[in-house]
């Protein structure tokens, strides 16, 4: 019998536009999905395509637009600046570059002493201080580095800062938003092992960005493919390597140096024409300009976003 999971977050319709002086900015346009407590979902897509919109938008950083955001049973989409101090216990988030994303004038235990103090959970220095060293532990980070400044380390020790701070609390949650990107391939593993070994004995939930689908591959239960603001597809990640169904995917797929050679179809195209704008974007497609088997239709009418498959979801006029 499969055990039941609670959802921990559902997002329905999301919405984040913005108002530029060319027109509205479709970054994310009606997102839709739930993740099970325990769970991790992969949101892949080029840069530009709206995912690090939608992890900021999902964490209240940036306001929605329209849609709702569910987390926990409660919904949190429009609550108040200190319902939102106190969820961000629960909700966290680890940055893509480590270092810009740490104060170079902070110590490693400044760093991960912050959100401690922020949130007053500790009643004194040296109670804090304590919790700094069991997260550094936790993370792999030498006890030595407790005084050093970010620029005094590697990427890889930097980017476990990140990971240790984002733990102060005993989130539930965590958005990752290419934590490994800016890493070299060999600390990269080091990382998203942490990160799954982490998820495992913390029970945490994750949203893993990347524009790398080899990276998410192996850490996600479930992957959402997003172009241009639009889910266009989403299933389990061993469906999505093997039988990917939307043109995007397949062309992604493709993009995926060898030996990572998962995907064995043939129909992959490598993507060629203009990436359309996504300002005011026009009615259809919005892969039309770029996708080999766009027809007519594809330019006039926008393709919905529907079960093709049990749990294999595609937005594509070849699968209606
Ligand atoms: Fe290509 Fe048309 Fe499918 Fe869009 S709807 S991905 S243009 S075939």
């Known amino acids: ?49 709206g995912k690090s919109t939608l992890g900021r938008t999902i964490l209240r950083l940036l306001p929605s637009t329209d849609g709702k955001i569910i987390f926990n049973g409660e919904d949190i989409t429009h609550v108040d600046s200190s319902r939102m101090l106190a969820l961000r216990r629960d909700m966290q988030i680890i940055f893509q570059d480590p270092f810009s994303s740490l104060d170079p004038k902070m110590t490693v235990s400044q760093i991960i002493e912050e959100p401690l103090k922020i949130h007053k959970i500790y009643k004194n220095k040296a109670e804090r201080m304590e919790r700094v060293k069991e997260l550094m532990s936790i993370v792999g980070l030498d006890e030595r580095y407790v005084m050093t400044y970010p620029h005094e380390l590697d990427g890889g020790r930097r980017q476990r800062i990140g990971v240790a701070r984002a733990l102060a609390l005993n989130p539930k949650f965590i958005i990752c938003d290419e934590p490994v990107s800016a890493l070299d391939v060999s600390i990269q593993a080091q ?18 960005i990347t524009h790398d689908l080899s990276v998410v591959k192996h850490i996600s239960d479930d992957i959402l493919v997003l172009y241009l603001g639009k889910m266009v597809e989403m299933t389990d990640s061993d469906t999505l390597f093997d039988k990917p169904l939307h043109p995007y995917t397949k062309a992604l797929l493709t993009a995926i140096p060898v030996p990572d050679a998962s995907y064995k179809g043939k129909e992959a195209e490598v993507m060629k024409g203009e990436v359309t704008s996504p300002i005011e974007p026009p009615p259809g497609c919005r892969f039309a300009a770029r996708c080999p088997l766009a027809s007519e239709r594809c330019l006039k009418e926008s393709p919905e976003f529907k079960e093709v498959e049990p749990n294999h979801f595609v937005a594509c006029h070849l699968y209606d």
Not at 21 to 36: C, K, N, S, Y
Not at 191 to 206: C, E
């Open 191 to 208: 990382i998203l092992n942490l990160m799954m070994d982490l998820k495992d004995s913390m029970g945490l939930t994750y949203i893993f």
């Open 1 to 49: 019998m499969s055990e039941e999971r609670k959802v921990l977050l559902e997002v329905d319709h999301l919405k984040k536009y913005f108002d530029t002086p060319r027109g509205m900015l479709h970054a994310v346009d009606d997102v839709t999905f739930q993740i099970e407590e325990g769970k991790t979902l992969g949101v892949v897509g080029e840069s530009g395509c």
